[in-house]
């Protein structure tokens, strides 16, 4: 059985850090594709960021880039999601999702579509 489960997320002050992890059970992590997607309430969900599986290509979304970071260790089969200089407009509920194929582009990489498996998400909350 497959099961993505995100942990650490909460409420943090703007400005603040907080680190998610997902970890990942029931597939080979090495052979994933993870993605982190986030919906705020009332919005659609939103592309986040993606790493390999090699862990040596990332890819992130403007609104984020330069303050989030994605890693992923697969001792502990389990990726990553720093964010750093939160902002109010990062309150969501963050997801992280696992694909078996990777999505060949950039653009797909970006697409929940593309993504085979998702977890149940964890809540952020950034205060002004």
């Known amino acids: 059985q497959v099961q993505l489960a995100e942990s650490g997320g909460g409420l943090v002050q703007a400005g603040g850090s907080l680190s998610l992890s997902c970890a990942a059970s029931?597939?080979?992590?090495?052979?994933?594709?993870m993605g982190w997607f986030r919906q705020a309430p009332g919005k659609e969900q939103e592309f986040v960021g993606a790493?390999?599986?090699?862990?040596?290509?990332?890819y992130y979304a403007d609104s984020v880039k330069g303050r989030f970071t994605i890693s992923r260790d697969s001792a502990k089969n389990t990726v990553y999601l720093q964010m750093n200089s939160l902002k109010p407009e990062d309150t969501a509920v963050y997801y992280c999702?696992?694909?078996?194929?990777?999505?060949?582009?950039?653009?797909?990489?970006?697409?929940?579509?593309?993504?085979?498996?998702r977890g149940q998400g964890t809540q952020v909350t950034v205060s002004s």
């Open positions: 999702a696992a694909a078996r194929v990777p999505p060949g582009t950039i653009q797909r990489m970006g697409i929940v579509g593309s993504y085979d498996y």
């Open positions: 029931g597939l080979t992590f090495s052979n994933l594709v």
């Open positions: 790493i390999a599986r090699s862990g040596v290509s990332t």
